[in-house]
């Protein structure tokens, strides 16, 4: 077994690769999060699928702005939803601007290139006024679809309004372009904002969060499942294990049987750990990076003002190998804000730091995987609110 401070074992032969000739492959997988070796798997290898078996580390990534700009808005959410013709959407929820603007729900065509507009707010009925998400803000909540359930129904949950902290579930229907109110039973999480939520088979997964209480805020590490077919709640989880520090603005993403969580904020410091929860025996661990990353230092000694929310959030995206992860964000300077970008292979437990992505630097940035090659990133410019589309290499 390779010591992890040694360089890989390579071994390179020549071969036609029109080739009718394969080769048989042994290989035993090390599963991380279980911390468990697999028996010997044995795989018969064709050359012409040799690059793409081996050629799995990104090490590049291009982009593009896409237009039309829009205007700035932070906090937000995004989402992909399809309709039932199959076509694809990128969908952002709530947020806020400019502090006195009224939130609303953003469609952006991907096919066409080009944002929808849902109805003005003086184009609605009487009884239409103070709708959550559309004219009555809302901010730092969680969204998540739920494929099982629907591909084009978005599930929001909590947040806050600037007066106000909330607990609640909305759901947006694309086919109906509106926002219903969803009424659950059972015990579901606390009034919180910063909290995540993720997709797990019939479910969604809610973590941690914070709540201001006159002032201060408090930071929460519990889990919840909400049922989407019974629109219950079961929580908070009783887990085994070391838990993450209580935080918010963490990243969250599922691996077959795992919720990943990336990072976070607790009003003093800016984590840098990644902990994983095993869903089938409610079990955290650790997992910590090895030697040769370049992964990003934690900030501490943060001051955190009452009232006030340290932006911290950051896009992290599950990528098609389901092995990785791409986090963007950006780092604070003295002079400006430095976007920057990391792979990280849950696989080897390395983080890659993308040192060729010079993007606009987007705060509060938030994104989803559109297709396989492709993730969209929204988050707030220096003037407008930037979309980009971010092209992955073929792997």
Not at 288 to 308: D, T
């Amino acid at each position: 077994m390779r010591h992890y401070g040694e360089p890989p074992l390579e071994i390179k032969q020549q071969i036609d690769p029109n080739s009718k000739l394969s080769f048989n492959m042994h290989s035993i997988i090390y599963y991380p999060f279980e911390q468990t070796w697999s028996d010997s798997i044995q795989t018969s290898v064709t050359p012409e699928k040799a690059s793409s078996l081996f050629n799995v580390t990104i090490h590049s990534i291009s982009f593009k702005v896409l237009e039309p700009k829009m205007k700035n808005r932070n906090w937000v959410t995004s989402s992909l939803v399809t309709d039932k013709h199959n076509k694809k959407y990128f969908v952002l929820a709530g947020g806020v601007s400019d502090r006195n603007s009224i939130s609303k729900i953003q469609i952006y065509d991907i096919q066409q290139e080009t944002w929808l507009q849902l109805k003005e707010p003086s184009e609605m009925e009487e009884e239409d006024e103070d709708i959550t998400y559309l004219t009555k803000d809302r901010w730092a909540h969680a969204a998540c679809v739920i494929p099982s359930i629907s591909t084009s129904h978005i599930y929001l949950f909590g947040g806050w309004d600037g007066n106000c902290q909330y607990s609640d579930v909305y759901k947006f229907r694309l086919s109906k372009r509106d926002i219903v109110s969803v009424k659950t039973s059972g015990n579901g999480f606390s009034f919180r904002g910063g909290l995540s939520a993720t997709a797990y088979q019939n479910s969604a997964i809610i973590f941690g969060g914070a709540c201001c209480k006159g002032g201060p805020y408090e930071y929460y590490n519990d889990v919840y499942i909400f049922n989407a077919e019974t629109n219950e709640w079961n929580g908070p989880l009783v887990c085994q294990g070391t838990p993450p520090a209580p935080r918010s603005q963490h990243g969250a993403v599922i691996v077959e049987d795992y919720l990943v969580i990336i990072g976070g904020y607790d009003g003093t410091q800016l984590f840098n750990d990644v902990h994983v929860l095993n869903l089938q025996n409610n079990t955290w661990k650790q997992l910590k990076p090895n030697a040769n990353s370049n992964w990003p230092l934690p900030m501490k000694g943060l001051e955190q003002s009452e009232f006030r929310v340290y932006p911290a959030a950051f896009a992290t995206v599950l990528l098609p190998s389901k092995k990785q992860v791409l986090v963007y964000g950006f780092v604070k300077t003295k002079n400006r804000n430095n976007p920057c970008a990391y792979i990280i292979n849950l696989d080897s437990l390395n983080w890659t730091r993308i040192d060729e992505f010079e993007v606009p630097p987007l705060q509060l940035s938030t994104g989803c995987l559109v297709d396989d090659n492709h993730v969209y990133i929204f988050g707030e410019g220096e003037k407008y609110g930037e979309l980009i589309n971010i092209t992955l290499p073929s792997m």
